[in-house]
């Protein structure tokens, strides 16, 4: 994979707010065969998961806000703005519904049957970032030169941040 393809997912992947997602729900890229964090039993599973989808949505939502603000979406530019936030807000639903349904199957699972989990929810996750990006370049085509300075920093950032966490 080239890395600029690279870069582009992982700071789509932060845009979206879902490298949480992935921390609880697939195994470490290390032990294929492992299952989620303990301390995700401490609720009963239907409570956590009801949690969880409301977190990640609110994660979601926030990062919706964050953007509009840091962006300076101008009135002119809401159309574009609001098309990119319901993308987003799709992707993360489908993403919580998918990452649910893996935790609730992971203690079943075969090591194959992981793997084959596994490669449906990396598979999603790349069907959503293809849907993402023509509504984010709509966007970005209606930015002052400022705008899109500013996008490109923070695109920058979260790919520097995720890269920094995987390396960590």
Known sequence: ???????????????????????????PASDPTATRPST??????SQTQANSGRNKMDKAEQRISDLHARLLITPAQQPQWDQFALVMRDNARGMDEAFQQRVQTIPGMTASENMQSYARVATD???????LVPAFQALYDTMSVK?????DQVFRDDAHRGDHARHS
């Open 40 to 45: 995700m039993h401490a609720q009963p599973a």
């Open 1 to 27: 994979m080239g890395k600029s393809f690279r870069q582009t997912v992982i700071a789509t992947t932060a845009i979206i707010g879902l490298s949480s997602f992935a921390a609880v729900a697939a195994p």
């Open 147 to 151: 705008q899109k300075q500013t996008a």
């Open 125 to 131: 996750h790349a069907r959503d970032v293809q849907k």
